[in-house]
């Protein structure tokens, strides 16, 4: 078999070989490389070549193994209650592991903006250890944005779908397929949805692009669609999808949200007890300081911020909190007050201006 692949390698025109070094062919699947075997010199296009020296030849075929106690651990610490979804991704994820395979109808997370689709996305993803890429098809209305362009077009380019292939470096990648209510159609390119139906539809062994004409191998690739309302979508769509509805956050569920993820994350992330350590630089400063291990947040003032967030998620509630954030490292360095708790008496003027006090 080798020495016939090296016959292969031989046989290649000229250009083909000056670009594509024997270890990259070999690597190719046999289709591929009988495709390039039978082009002639006046099909060779240096964007193709481009486009098959970017694409993971040489990177392991085999499917990751799905660890389902970290798979449950990161889901209970991004989200918080949610129990039917999670039983569900955890049964999907099961099936998953135990196939070896793509598994079943894609999933479809439905539910309202801020409640947590792309980051359970984001989690099966990690769970299953393969890389994740979403694809926003908010306002798309061309088929050539997925599928991409024939050669035959100026500025012809690949599809998104080979895209998320090539950014992962994986042809075993978890694709989001974010906010697929909002697709549109177009009579000159066609809809993109009849690309998302070919590709739910078939077993993605002979994905072809239109740019590349060439089949690849995608049945070990992971879909995941993410919808903000159900109505848009067809019938026909929908029956090939597994739609996962999530819920709405409650009032205390919002405030269980905050206190137990939103702040720990934000604390962390704004390295807010790193102030500690510089009080002795304004030791000397007129200004009042005072000196806290944690930056606390009392029952009321987050009662006070979910009240001014009417939504169903928790996105603006959180945009709140990281400006509360801001207020509390600008406060320090404006007039070297360091904060050591939220209330309801401060958290008004925390959100107000801090630098630029409006007259």
Known sequence: MQEERKTEYSQLRHRIKSRISEDIFNAMPENIRQELLN????????????????LPWQQPKTVPDVDLVKAKYLLDRSHYAMFEVKEKVLRYMSCQKHLGKSYGAVLLLAGAPGVGKTTIAATIAAAMGRPCVKISLAGVSDSYFLRGAQQVYRNAHHGRIVEAVIQTQSFCPVILLDEIDKMGASQEHGSPENVLLDLLDSDRSRYVDNFLSMPLDLSNAIFIATANDLHPLSPVLKDRMDIVELPSYTFPDKERIVHGFIWPKLLKEYRLESLDSLHDVLAD????????????????????????CPEEGVRDLERLCRRLCEAVISLYYARGI??????EKNVKTLLEPIFYKVK
């Open 39 to 54: 082009m002639g010199q006046e099909e060779i296009k240096e964007a193709l070549l481009s486009d098959l020296l970017r």
């Open 338 to 343: 360091l904060l050591g708790r939220i209330d």
């Open 285 to 308: 400063m007129d200004h009042p300081v005072a000196i806290t291990k944690s930056l606390e947040i009392t029952d009321e003032a987050v009662k006070l911020l979910i009240s001014q």
